[in-house]
């Protein structure tokens, strides 16, 4: 039986206040530490500032003019399409790919960037989060790297997709 796809987490985030987009506010709640948003906020808000003067500088013409276009592109490019899941048959465990649904895309892409930017040392996080935002959303970066790394290994144990159900 498939579980509830009406959770009070749906309907209970409230759209960031300066651009108002659910995602970007759960991408802060996902930055927060120790239930500090406005330090979350602090960081993201800075990030696509950084962002946003890369922007001015870029001259090709194809480029996002907004952060929140880097910043949507960006989760759209590290969100993964399979995943493999350890299962246990027969007395051995196998990797078996399996498609991931749309929310636990979102999540990973989430985990993903703010892992890559945190592994980072030396520089303010709001920095090395516009550098990973940006990079992700050109197809490149640390987690693009993981992306890939991931669906490689969901192909490489395609023999094993008749275990999913």
Not at 19 to 40: T, Y
Not at 50 to 56: S, W
Not at 62 to 70: I, M, S
Not at 141 to 159: I, L, V, Y
Request: with cysteine; proline share 4%; charged share 30%.
């Amino acid at each position: 039986m498939g579980r509830k796809s009406f959770t009070a987490a749906n309907t209970q985030l409230r759209p960031d206040p300066r651009f108002g987009d659910i995602v970007l506010s759960r991408f802060i709640n996902c930055i927060m530490f120790d239930g500090k948003k406005a330090v979350a906020q602090r960081v993201v808000y800075d990030a696509f500032e950084i962002m946003q003067q890369k922007l001015a500088k870029e001259t090709a013409p194809e480029a996002p003019k907004f952060a929140l276009e880097v910043f949507q592109k960006a989760i759209e490019n590290v969100k993964p399409f399979v995943e493999v899941r350890s299962k246990r048959i027969g007395g051995a465990n196998y990797q078996v790919p399996m498609q991931v649904n749309r929310k636990r895309q979102q999540s990973l892409a989430f985990r993903w960037i703010i892992e890559a930017a945190r592994g980072e040392k030396g520089r303010p996080m709001a920095e090395r989060l516009a550098d990973e935002l940006y990079s992700a959303a050109k197809g490149e970066g640390k987690a693009m790297t993981t992306r890939d790394q991931t669906h490689r290994m969901a192909e490489a144990n395609r023999a094993f997709a008749h275990f999913a159900n």
